[in-house]
C-alpha cells in the first residue's frame, strides 16, 4: 500500500465513512464510562496478557490514553489508515497490560477499524455484515442453554412482569427458545439478499426492545457500556438498510480465509472450550464464568477490600469479583479462569489479601 494511500482519508462509499465515523464516536463515549479501567490510578488488579507488561506500560498509560481519545475524535470527521493502525496499536498496548480491557464492545470496534484497514472502501461493507451476521448468530447460538431461562430471562423481565402471574413460567419458556432463534435467523439474513431487510427490521427492533428492558438497569448505573453499544448497532443496521446489499465474499482470497476463521471458526471452538467466551461473541447468555474471594472473617481484609466485601451468616465474608470489577472499572470481568486467577494471585502478592483466603468460582 502506497504511503499517500496510508494518509489519505478514507472514502465514503456505500456508507463506509459513516460506519467507521460513527464507531470512533462510540468508542469515544464508551471509554468515558469505564475511563478508571485505562489508568494507573486503579485498585482492582491489572492481569497482563504477557507478564510485566503492566509494569512497562504504567508510567505511559495516562498519555497514552489522552492520545488514544485524540485520534478517535479526529478520526471522527477525518479518518484515515494511518490514524486506524495507531488506534490499533495503542489499543493492543491496553490489552497486553490487562484482559479486562478487552469486552466484547471494545473487541468489535477493533475489528471494524481492522476490516477498514485491511480492505478498500469498495469492499469492507461485504466483511462487515460478516462481523454482524456472527455477532447476532453467536449471541443466539450460546444462549441455547438452561442458564439463560433461568437466570437471564427472568433478570431482564423482573421490572415489568410479576413471577406470581399464573402464566409466568411459560412466557420465561417461550421467551427463552424464542430470543436465540430471532438472533440466529435475523444475523443470517443479514448475508441472505432475499432476506436482508426483513433481517435488519428484525434486528432494529430487537436493540430497541433490549433498550427498553435494560433501561431500569441502566438507570441504577449498571452495565452502562453496552447502551452505546446497541445505539451503534442501530445505527449500522439503518446504514446496511439504506445502501444496496454487498455480500462479495471468497474463502479462496486469504484476507477472507483469515476474517472467516476469526469470525467464524474460532467462536466456534467456544464451546468446547479452545477459544475465549468474549471473544465468541458470548453475550447475556448465562454461560458467563463468575469468581469470588473467600475469606475467613473481614478484620483479615485490606481496608480498600473492605468496601466490596460482604460478611456472610458463617462468619467468613466474600468479594464478588464481578461487583468489584464493575464499581470500580465501569466495565465487567474477562471471564476466564486465568483472569481471575490473575487478580487473586496479585492481591496476594502484595499483601492485600492474606493466605487463608480461597478462590471460588460459580
Known amino acids: 500500500m502506497k ?9 465514503d462509499q456505500h456508507g463506509s465513512m459513516k460506519i467507521i465515523s460513527s464507531t470512533a464516536f462510540i468508542f469515544c463515549i464508551t471509554l468515558f464510562l469505564c475511563y ?6 486503579r485498585f482492582y488488579p491489572l492481569v497482563p496478557i504477557i507478564e510485566g507488561f503492566d509494569l512497562f506500560i504504567q508510567p505511559v498509560q495516562a498519555y497514552l490514553f489522552l492520545v488514544f481519545i485524540a485520534l478517535l475524535l479526529f478520526g471522527i470527521f477525518r479518518m484515515s489508515r494511518l490514524i486506524l493502525s495507531l488506534l490499533l496499536i495503542i489499543f493492543a498496548l491496553f490489552v497486553l497490560a490487562d484482559y479486562n480491557r478487552l469486552q466484547p464492545y471494545f473487541y468489535q470496534y477493533c475489528l471494524i477499524f481492522l476490516i477498514f484497514l485491511s480492505q478498500k472502501e469498495g469492499k469492507v461493507m461485504g466483511l462487515v455484515r460478516l462481523l454482524l451476521f456472527c455477532t447476532y448468530f453467536f449471541s443466539g447460538l450460546h444462549k441455547l442453554n438452561p442458564n439463560f431461562e433461568l437466570h437471564i430471562v427472568p433478570f431482564l423481565l423482573r421490572p415489568f412482569v410479576s413471577p406470581l402471574i399464573p402464566f409466568y413460567p411459560y412466557l420465561i419458556k417461550i421467551l427463552a427458545i424464542i430470543i436465540p432463534l430471532v438472533e440466529m435467523t435475523a444475523g443470517l439474513g443479514l448475508i441472505i439478499r432475499n432476506f436482508n431487510k426483513y433481517a435488519i427490521y428484525t434486528l432494529l427492533i430487537v436493540h430497541v426492545i433490549i433498550l427498553f428492558v435494560m433501561a431500569p ?21 439503518l446504514i446496511l438498510l439504506k445502501y444496496d446489499f454487498s455480500f462479495y465474499f471468497n474463502l479462496k482470497k486469504f484476507i477472507h480465509l483469515a476474517y472467516f476463521t476469526l469470525l467464524f471458526i474460532l467462536p466456534m471452538t467456544s464451546f468446547w472450550g479452545f477459544w475465549d467466551k468474549y471473544l465468541s461473541f458470548n453475550l447475556y447468555s448465562g454461560k458467563l464464568l463468575y469468581a469470588k474471594v473467600i475469606a475467613p472473617s473481614q478484620e483479615i481484609l485490606d481496608n480498600k477490600l473492605l468496601n466490596y466485601a460482604k460478611a456472610m451468616p458463617d462468619g ?7 461487583t468489584w470489577c464493575h464499581d470500580e472499572l465501569g466495565l465487567l470481568p474477562y471471564p476466564e479462569k486465568r483472569v481471575y486467577r490473575g487478580v487473586f494471585d496479585t492481591l496476594k502478592e502484595d499483601k492485600s489479601l492474606p493466605k487463608t483466603c480461597m478462590l471460588v468460582f460459580h
Open 316 to 322: 467468613t465474608s466474600k468479594i464478588e469479583l464481578f
Open 3 to 11: 504511503s499517500t494511500v496510508f494518509l489519505e482519508p478514507i472514502l
Open 217 to 237: 438497569s441502566f438507570m441504577k448505573g449498571f452495565n452502562l457500556t453496552i447502551l452505546p453499544w446497541n445505539i451503534q448497532m442501530i445505527y449500522m443496521l
Open 36 to 41: 478508571p479501567a485505562f489508568l494507573p490510578e
